[in-house]
Structures are given as structure tokens and as C-alpha cells.
């Protein structure tokens, strides 16, 4: 798949670390544009363009909180008059909030499904007013949504969400040509993954995979760099889990 993206234009949403900064420096690498997204990690943002631009690629860092619907459509419309046409949608902004439902607040509902939600469905409105036939939408969503692990009920009823909005938008956006999937992974290895972490929770959250380790950013990257390729025009309305065979 290298350099099959040339000519194509892609926003990667939270770009700026962890699983987004892997994406966006993989499809860069495939010479797609990049669009890298931050809220306030402008200094990560501008390293993540400054690799792309080093490999020979085109980046440009967007602020944008992608919980206010008029910022998304002020991103959407930058990427654009920037590049020309955008092709190429990655929504993995998100937020994770764990805790038992009976103690889950208001605010703590608010938050996750703002951005989780809310920011994820008017990001794929803009994606589908505004994205050109034959493109692709890829929604970051987890493979919790398939586990009843406890503690993580909030984040999944977000996660569960994004799952029905992306099989609905692929029949929505189907005719055009654009295809809409989510990949769901597992246990990743992030700073926001490994926080509050002990090194003996994450080796046995690793041994739930048939690789005996979890993710790497790397991992899931390959698996939305193929989504994103030529190769995947018959593959729509999928969730397809990124997880090394995790097992509950």
C-alpha cells in the first residue's frame, strides 16, 4: 500500500498522540495530505507535521474542539481551502471516563457523549456534505462495546453509539461511493492507556490476546490505513475489532 494514497487528502481528528499520531503519520507516509488535528496539544500537532513534511509528505496542524459542531465545520472548511478537497475521514478524538454506573454523574455524561457522540456525528455530517465520491470515513470506536467489563458502562454506551451511527451513514453515503467503517481495538499502548495502570494489569490485559501483549498505536494504524485504501472499496457499514483475538 505505499504511497497508494497519493493525491488524497485525509483529517485525522486527535492526531496530536497515541493511536491518532500513528494514523496520521501512516496515511502520510502512504503520501496522502494530512489534516492533524489537536485541541491543546499544539506542540505535539506540529511535531506530528513536522515528521510528515520529513518523509516528503504534506501536513498541516488544525486547532479544533471536536465537541462544538460550528468548530467541526470551520475545520472541515480550512482542510479544504487548504487542500483543495478533503477524501478522507478518521474520527478518533475521544475521551474515556470509567466508572461504575452508580456513581456516574451528569457532568461525567455530558463529557463523554459530547465528544465521544455528538462531536463524532456532526464530524461525519460535515464528511458527508462535504467529502469527495469514493472517499472514506473511518470511525475509532472499542472492542469494550463486545465485553461487560465493569466500570466501563459510560464508555461503552458512547462507543456503542458511534458503532450504530457508522452502519447507518454507510448506507446513507453508500450511493456516493464512500465507505464508513469502525475499527474497535483492544488494549493499546498509549500514555492515556498506561494511566492509573499497574505494569502487572496491563501484562494481564496482554494475555488476553493471542499475541500474549496488547496493542501498539501501530497496530491499529495498519488496520485504518487499509480502510482507508483502494483496496477496501467493497468493505462498508463494518466494525472490525483491532485487537490480536482478544477474549474476554
Known amino acids: 500500500m505505499e504511497k497508494c494514497l497519493t493525491g488524497k487528502t485525509v483529517l485525522v481528528t486527535g492526531a496530536s498522540r497515541g493511536i491518532g499520531r500513528a494514523i496520521a503519520l501512516k496515511l502520510g507516509q502512504m503520501g496522502a495530505a494530512v489534516v492533524v488535528n489537536y485541541m491543546n496539544s499544539s506542540a505535539a500537532a506540529e511535531e506530528v507535521v ?8 504534506k501536513a498541516l496542524a488544525i486547532q479544533a474542539d471536536m465537541a462544538d459542531p460550528a468548530a467541526i465545520e470551520k475545520l472541515f472548511d480550512q482542510a479544504i481551502g487548504e487542500f483543495g478537497q478533503l477524501d ?6 475521544g475521551v474515556a471516563i470509567y466508572k ?17 457522540v455528538k462531536g463524532l456525528l456532526f464530524s461525519c455530517q460535515q464528511a458527508a456534505r462535504k467529502l469527495a465520491d469514493g472517499g472514506r470515513i473511518v470511525n475509532i470506536s472499542t472492542s469494550v462495546t463486545k465485553m461487560m467489563l465493569p466500570n466501563y458502562g459510560l464508555y461503552a454506551a458512547s462507543k456503542g453509539a458511534v458503532e450504530q451511527l457508522t452502519k447507518v451513514l454507510a448506507k446513507e453515503l453508500g450511493p456516493r461511493g464512500i465507505t464508513v467503517n469502525a ?3 483492544g488494549p493499546t499502548d498509549t500514555e492515556l492507556f498506561r494511566e492509573g495502570k499497574t505494569e502487572e494489569q496491563i ?3 496482554g494475555a488476553m490476546a493471542a499475541f500474549n501483549r496488547i496493542g501498539t498505536p501501530e497496530d491499529i494504524a495498519g488496520a485504518v490505513a487499509l480502510l482507508a485504501s483502494a483496496d477496501a472499496g467493497w468493505i462498508s457499514g463494518q466494525d472490525i475489532c483491532a485487537n490480536g483475538g482478544l477474549t474476554a
Do not use: C, H, K, T
Open 50 to 57: 513536522e515528521q510528515i513534511v520529513a518523509d516528503g509528505g
Open 88 to 93: 478522507i475521514l478518521i474520527n478518533n478524538a
Open 100 to 116: 461504575a454506573i452508580a456513581e456516574v454523574s451528569e457532568d461525567d455524561y455530558e463529557q463523554q457523549f459530547s465528544l465521544n
Open 183 to 185: 475499527i474497535s481495538p
Open 203 to 205: 501484562r494481564q490485559m
